[in-house]
């Protein structure tokens, strides 16, 4: 039989098999040793092949094979550096939630999930999400950040998913699609959820005022039916996030406005660092790249971890 993930617990997936029903799986024993070095050999969005158990219980299953994937969204745990973690695969787009504060989603975050997402061919979308609870000089803020990214090619929305602002025009680009929803816990992907398809109920939690993040309500990925033609997943909130498998000579390929300068550098494996007649450090200086963006990708290349962070103007806080 034949069916994709759409949910996974760790050691059983919940699969929807071509004839639309619902089966609890488990993996056959030597599946995690073929070459899958993540922690979860099999992620929401998988097809998969499935026999049914031989035990006779009804929607029981056991997966032997998994189709290629199309592309997916992998990351490093910033704390366990050696432990790769799949968050969904064969996704036509990822929605990143973005929140200038309560919580703040800072720029090193945002960019090194789009490189990671460019890396693997995830279309992202950004969503500045809570725009209802800004006053002007915040709003003036995000539409700084909103201006940045838009420059270099992304999407970016602000939205209230509280109030419903711009809702229908997220729904919109949803139909017919496979969508992933992420961010840092409390961002309100949750609430998003609830606000495009109110029966769904996804549980949801206030912030927490004393530490000013996120309650975790979605503690596995799952993925759900819209009534609009339409599949969401719902991931847990990440609060690093590490990039995997990369040279350090290829994450420039990732942040498209550096790729773009790339060819006009005098050395064609260049890295942008101490460099002679570089053009991106020539971009830099004139303000055409964003020092924000040339910061993360220092800390990128250079190898640290996200132990500090940068705000929306570049500056290491």
């Keep these: 039989m034949e069916g994709t993930v759409y949910k996974s617990t760790g050691s059983w997936y919940t699969v929807k098999a071509t004839d639309g029903l619902f089966y609890e799986c488990r993996i056959k024993g030597k599946f995690r040793i073929k070459g899958i070095k993540s922690t979860n050999p099999i992620a929401v969005g998988d097809k998969v092949h499935f026999e049914l158990d031989d035990k006779g219980e009804e929607h029981v299953g056991v997966i032997h094979s998994i189709d290629d994937r199309k592309n997916y969204i992998i990351r490093k745990s910033v704390n366990l550096s050696k432990q790769t973690h799949i968050i969904a695969?064969?996704?036509?787009?990822?929605?990143?939630?973005?929140?200038?504060?309560?919580?703040?989603?800072?720029?090193?975050?945002?960019?090194?999930?789009?490189?990671?997402?460019?890396?693997?061919?995830?279309?992202?979308?950004?969503?500045?999400?809570?725009?209802?609870t800004y006053?002007?000089?915040e709003m003036d803020e995000v539409k700084f950040l909103a201006a940045l990214y838009r420059e270099i090619g992304y999407t970016c929305i602000g939205i209230s998913a509280k109030t419903g602002k711009n809702v229908d025009r997220i729904k919109e680009m949803m139909t017919g699609k496979i969508s992933m929803f992420a961010g840092h816990s409390g961002v309100g992907k949750s609430t998003l959820i609830n606000a495009i398809e109110p029966n769904l109920d996804i549980k949801t939690a206030e912030i927490s005022e004393q530490h000013l993040q996120g309650q975790h309500t979605t503690t596995f990925a799952e993925m759900f039916d819209l009534s609009f033609e339409a599949q969401i997943i719902d991931t847990?909130?990440?609060?690093?996030?590490?990039?995997?498998?990369?040279?350090?000579?290829?994450?420039?390929?990732?942040?498209?406005?550096?790729?773009?300068?790339?060819q006009d550098c005098k050395f064609n494996n260049c890295i942008h660092l101490d460099e002679p007649k570089c053009?991106?450090?020539?971009?830099?200086?004139?303000?055409?790249?964003?020092?924000?963006r040339y910061r993360s990708y220092l800390q990128m290349i250079t190898g640290e971890e996200e132990n500090y962070r940068i705000d929306i103007h570049g500056e290491r806080k």
């Design 89 to 132: 695969a064969n996704l036509d787009q990822v929605f990143l939630l973005i929140t200038l504060n309560n919580p703040t989603t800072y720029t090193i975050f945002i960019d090194r999930f789009l490189v990671t997402a460019e890396a693997y061919e995830v279309p992202v979308v950004l969503v500045f999400n809570k725009i209802d």
């Design 135 to 137: 006053n002007k000089e």
């Design 236 to 262: 847990p909130g990440i609060k690093g996030f590490g990039i995997v498998d990369m040279e350090r000579e290829e994450i420039g390929d990732y942040f498209p406005e550096l790729f773009e300068l790339k």
């Design 279 to 292: 053009a991106v450090k020539d971009a830099l200086e004139e303000g055409k790249v964003s020092y924000s």
